[in-house]
């Protein structure tokens, strides 16, 4: 049974800084591309942040670039997202998601690309 369970989100200040974790289970770590979208109240969920599976090559969306960064340990099965400089319209919930590609440089932006998703960690960006 795949699972993947995000930590690390929270209330912070503007400016302030989270990093969220997500662990995988279940399922080959290193063979999925892992993904970082997001879904603000009343909003569609989003493409936040991608990463290959050989961790590699990366991807942003334009809002959060140079604010965030996305990384992954393959031994440990970990994904993170480093979120820095935090703006009140990062407000969301997070949620991790995993694709399954054959190229190691691939990496998936879409949400009908994931094959497995989390349950979602809540960030709250105060102003």
């Known amino acids: 049974q795949v699972q993947l369970v995000e930590s690390g989100g929270g209330l912070v200040q503007a400016g302030g800084s989270l990093r969220l974790s997500c662990a995988a289970s279940g399922l080959t770590f290193s063979v999925y591309a892992m993904g970082w979208f997001r879904q603000a109240s009343g909003k569609e969920r989003e493409f936040v942040a991608g990463i290959g599976r050989s961790g590699v090559t990366t991807h942003y969306v334009d809002s959060v670039k140079g604010r965030f960064s996305v990384s992954r340990d393959n031994v440990k099965e970990l994904v993170y997202l480093q979120m820095n400089s935090l703006k009140p319209e990062d407000t969301a919930v997070y949620y991790c998601?995993?694709?399954?590609?054959?190229?190691?440089?691939?990496?998936?932006?879409?949400?009908?690309?994931?094959?497995?998703w989390g349950k979602g960690t809540l960030v709250t960006v105060s102003s």
């Open positions: 998601a995993a694709a399954r590609t054959h190229l190691a440089r691939t990496v998936v932006s879409t949400r009908d690309g994931m094959n497995y």
